[in-house]
């Protein structure tokens, strides 16, 4: 007798327009696992796996891997982490839109000068290959969003602290009236969503980042005033403003990923002014470490990040690094925790990581969600160790 309210595999795929094969496939491949398996063998789906399919799908056109949707869907069994999923398969829709236009664009004008007997700039042709080479590069802001969105979120909504990360970075900042600020590495634009309408008049913000498609989205949809921000894509270890053009400099969890840092933290004192202020964010060891330990506890051979960023620029030693360009250096930490009860949420996050957690979680995922949930129980504690440093120039 089949189960209720759910569908056979052939039944499956005809709803979804594809062939059995590809559903037999994606089970194999641990991208769709059927949500009940008979006694025989037989395989049902269900609604949730349906738009579970329809996500699939959708990642397949636009591109990606069958190994990159894995990683991308895997956790999309919660409502919340789905929906935000497809929020961002929009905006990578929309990116797509925009950069077909301008292959269009050159087309066409490529066109009208070998109509007219003109003589071609061949240039062009190279920029319009440059223009049809940006999936990658889409694809790779995608994951990027994916990953940083992921950790705000985690954060966001199981912190104990009432304040929040960015109002308290905010508050550390000293914003006046008139002032001119930088930020580097400004990733979504978290910290000016959240705190935009508490910026005095006459301030001018310049939010810079080295991934044009980042600025991208945050002009597009963040709803930042027109004329207060600015957006500048470019790499931090060469600033293009001159010497003592801002008040304040932010860099808020961002020198650890520099490949120069010493470099960096020189520019960064370079273009402020006489007693401008640089604020740099960063975490110390013990920065979720009940994360790291869950891990580990499931496979010891996972490393969550290849390197300890906070071995490079962390609470311990970053005041040191900066002492050499700045003055007045002073550590300011953010007290907090977290206390969460979500499983899917928590692997959401471990899945966001830089390391190489995927190797090891992906095909086991059904048996790690189990062990995550057997660990959380009703609240799982988590260590934040955060901050910012504050120096003058």
């Not at 990683?71 to 929020?87: M, P, Y």
């Amino acid at each position: 007798m089949e189960p209720s309210d759910y569908y056979t595999s052939g039944v499956f795929a005809k709803m979804a327009h594809i062939s059995l094969r590809t559903v037999r496939y994606y089970d194999q491949q641990n991208i769709l696992k059927p949500t009940y398996v008979a006694p025989n063998g037989r395989r049902y789906y269900s609604d949730q796996d349906f738009v579970r399919l329809q996500q699939i799908l959708l990642l397949k056109y636009l591109g990606f891997s069958l190994e990159e949707i894995k990683e991308l869907t895997i956790a999309g069994q919660d409502e919340r982490v789905l929906v935000h999923s497809l929020e961002l398969q929009r905006k990578l829709v929309q990116d797509q839109m925009e950069h077909l236009k301008l292959v269009e664009q050159a087309l066409h004008d490529m066109s009208e000068e070998l109509r007219q007997d003109k003589a071609v700039d061949w240039s062009d042709m190279l920029n319009l290959i440059h223009l049809t080479g940006m999936e990658n590069r889409l694809q790779t802001q995608y994951q990027n969003s994916t990953n940083i969105s992921a950790r705000i979120r985690l954060h966001s909504l199981f912190s104990r602290n009432p304040e929040g990360w960015f109002p308290w970075v905010y508050d550390q900042c000293g914003i006046r009236s008139g002032m001119q600020v930088l930020e580097v590495g400004c990733g979504n634009g978290r910290l000016w969503v959240e705190n935009q309408s508490r910026l005095p008049q006459g301030v001018h913000v310049i939010l810079s980042d080295i991934s044009d498609g980042m600025l991208r989205d945050v002009k597009r949809d963040a709803g930042l005033e027109e004329g207060v921000f600015e957006y500048r894509q470019f790499d931090c270890a060469d600033i293009p403003y001159p010497d003592a053009s801002f008040d304040l400099v932010i860099a808020n969890y961002l020198l650890f990923y520099c490949a120069d840092i010493p470099n960096v933290c020189a520019e960064l004192c370079r273009v402020l002014k006489p007693q401008g202020r640089v604020v740099c964010g960063t975490y110390g060891p013990d920065h979720m470490k009940e994360v790291t330990d869950l891990v580990r506890a499931f496979d010891d051979r996972i490393t969550l990040s290849s390197d300890a960023l906070y071995d490079r620029f962390g609470r311990e030693n970053g005041g040191e690094q900066l002492r050499n360009y700045f003055t007045q250096v002073e550590w300011r930490g953010y007290n907090d925790c977290l206390e969460v009860d979500q499983p899917e949420l928590l692997i959401e996050y471990i899945l966001s990581c830089h390391g190489n957690q995927n190797s090891y979680i992906l095909d086991r995922y059904q048996k790690f969600r189990a062990f995550v949930a057997g660990r959380i129980g009703k609240k799982f504690h988590i260590t934040k160790d955060a901050g910012v440093f504050i120096g003058q120039k």
